[in-house]
């Protein structure tokens, strides 16, 4: 019987499955070390397998010669450096598909929340206005608008079956267009925001797609228009946002993902009126979560039993 | 050219669509009246017609002798007393139809926001808790569950073809089961309450209805269970609902109705963990209220012209 495997576990995922990880491999929990740099430095060296929610630079795999395999919790990899662990003959591999339901469904909260005022409206019940001033503003209608979603792959087309129970009008853009679906296509994202009412953002983060939703993408949008993003916090100008939604260039936004999390920009944090702000979270619930870490688990399975890895991404 | 029919108008409803009205007819504005007595005894008697948001006992009719119609903003009608008015060679119209996909987004944004927990995300990311004490608490999934609808009118349908999109398997109760539809029927609400992990509740209110969700059938709802209210604040037991969402008998409920609007029963407004509160603003959008306005609009036109009334209920 062959020994088992070491794993380095950079940042914890959902417990049960990740506990789970221990029937098959010997597990080290560096974000439990006091000192993390003597941690390192002793259990570095045993390992071949780190695992890792969206982080791993070089300098984490240097901490581990042996490296083979890093799991990677999550369908993005931005924080991996995956150019660099292919160069090393390491593989990484992510957690796709298990997801897209999750975050398709709070895609569509918070379109539905945001443009029907949920957040506000429970506020201002609760802040005994009814009695008071009277109803609640109206607010604008989810079916039958223009809906543009930025990203139309695996999450973007679950999003896409949803907007059309609400009989939205759907259009997408990315670099290239899709030969398998109709939906109607926009080369040019600032277009497309023009013509839609909602925008939602579900493209990849990293260099390829920083700061495109610029002010001048917000600013077509408009005054009425609704900016959802369940993408990365990289892909927005988070200050430009704050100015179109305070000056009212922007009717409203939701926003799951920030430039430096766990930190919310202090000038969204200032806007309650026409925005609504959630703590990452598109993929955060039991369900998704434990499938998620069941991915990795199958993966880690895989590569112990010499079988092709499920989900690698290199 | 026959004389402009006077409507008085008890309350008032979306203003561009109530003003229209001018073009047709006579209106005063009894909620404007700063002695409501005395207007309606010198008003009273010149109208014909009134105009009303859920609100018509015989009293005022009694104030409008020559009364022939009531218009009705709302599809329901529960505050109307239709078998006076009936008794009185009265016709009744609502406004039914147009605010169907409004009702159904709601309660999609409620189900939504209910299950993955989007005002209480909001108020963890305004408090600062996240970088402070880690992750929003996981979830409960929207996709992939059992839902149960409390009346499948209209708009119940308008639910169920939002709920297929999120991959929902869909029952629901009435008095009768329809034979047009394919969805899984249950005679027994409690028995249906058992089966789903969320109830949404579009039946009309009443008597027929009152408190027909009772303490037990939040109970079998249980403590994952969801519970949608857009129809009537009657149909409830608040109170039992509020021991329920306390004692975590029931895990969550999201309400738009309540028994003595504008004011939300105090034992509701307390709790916020596992609790969404909006001022029933389910159709309250400019594109419905708009809609539902033209309805009574189109009516009046209608009797004017000595046409058949369009939406007639009695």
Chains 1, 2 share one sequence.
């Not at 240097?62 to 369908?75: E, R, T, W, Y």
């Not at 988070?238 to 260039?249: F, H, I, M, S």
């Not at 930190?263 to 944090?269: D, M, Q, T, V």
Request: proline share 5%.
């Amino acid at each position: 019987m062959t020994e088992k495997p070491h794993v380095l576990i950079h940042s914890a995922w959902y417990e049960p499955a990740m506990r789970r990880l221990d029937e098959l491999a010997v597990t080290h929990h560096l974000y439990e070390a006091e000192d993390e740099a003597a941690f390192l430095a002793e259990i570095g060296p045993k390992c071949s397998v780190i695992g890792t929610m969206h982080y791993c630079p070089a300098s984490l795999m240097d901490a581990v010669p042996d490296l083979k395999l890093v799991l990677n919790f999550g369908v993005g990899y931005d924080g991996v450096d995956v150019a660099e662990a292919t160069r090393r003959g390491v593989k990484v591999v992510n957690t796709p598909a298990v997801l897209n339901d999750c975050v398709a469904d709070m895609a569509l909260s918070m379109t539905l929340g945001g443009r029907r005022h949920l957040v506000q409206a429970d506020r201002y019940a609760r802040a005994g206005r009814w009695p008071v001033e009277g109803d609640y503003p109206y607010t604008l209608n989810v079916h039958s608008t223009k809906v543009g979603i930025l990203g139309m792959g695996r999450i973007g087309m679950e999003i896409a079956d949803r907007c059309k129970a609400f009989k939205m009008d759907i259009s997408y853009h990315q670099r290239t267009k899709r030969n398998d679906v109709s939906y109607r296509y926009y080369g040019d994202l600032e277009a497309m925001a023009r013509d839609v009412d909602i925008l939602i953002a579900i493209i990849p983060g990293g260099d390829a797609t920083r700061g495109l939703i610029s002010e001048a993408v917000i600013e077509a949008l408009g005054p009425e228009g609704l900016l959802v993003n369940v993408a990365r916090g990289t892909v927005f100008d988070n200050d430009a946002l704050a100015r179109c939604l305070k000056d009212g260039r922007l009717g409203y936004a939701a926003i799951d993902v920030y430039p430096d999390e766990p930190n919310i920009p202090p000038s969204l944090l200032e806007i309650t009126d026409n925005l609504t702000l959630t703590p990452h979270m598109a993929s955060g619930t039991h369900y998704t979560r434990n499938a998620m870490g069941m991915v990795l688990y199958d993966n880690l399975k895989a590569m112990i039993e010499g079988r092709p890895l499920l989900t690698q991404v290199n």
